[in-house]
């Protein structure tokens, strides 16, 4: 059993930064990829970025490449969202989520994470 709480989520005006941040519960934190997904009103919840159980790879949609970045510290139990340059379009509620693994691109799908976190909320103004 894994446990997730975000942190970090806040109001922004556009051009601004904001550092996400998830803690994780149990002993077994290393042994899972983690993600982080969000999800505007009205839409679906969207892959965001994930990186692998030591760190050494990540992966994110294409889309905010080079203004999102994902790192983990498996010591403290902790995975992070660096979030640059944000844009009204970003607003929305983030989630972090753990996930055992699996085949092909399982990092990009809901259905593959095993366990979330509540969401936070980001706001961007423009």
């Known amino acids: 059993q894994v446990q997730l709480v975000e942190s970090g989520g806040g109001l922004v005006q556009a051009g601004g930064s904001l550092r996400l941040s998830c803690a994780a519960s149990g002993r077994t934190f290393s042994s899972y990829i983690m993600g982080w997904f969000r999800q505007a009103p009205g839409k679906e919840r969207e892959f965001v970025a994930a990186?692998?159980?030591?760190?050494?790879?990540?992966y994110s949609t294409d889309s905010l490449k080079g203004r999102f970045t994902i790192s983990r510290d498996n010591a403290k139990n902790t995975v992070a969202l660096q979030m640059n340059s944000l844009k009204p379009e970003d607003t929305a509620v983030y989630y972090c989520?753990?996930?055992?693994?699996?085949?092909?691109?399982?990092?990009?799908?809901?259905?593959?994470?095993?366990?979330w976190g509540q969401g936070t909320q980001v706001t961007v103004s423009s």
């Open positions: 989520a753990a996930s055992r693994g699996g085949g092909g691109d399982y990092y990009t799908r809901v259905s593959s994470y095993d366990y």
């Open positions: 990186i692998s159980w030591g760190g050494g790879s990540t």
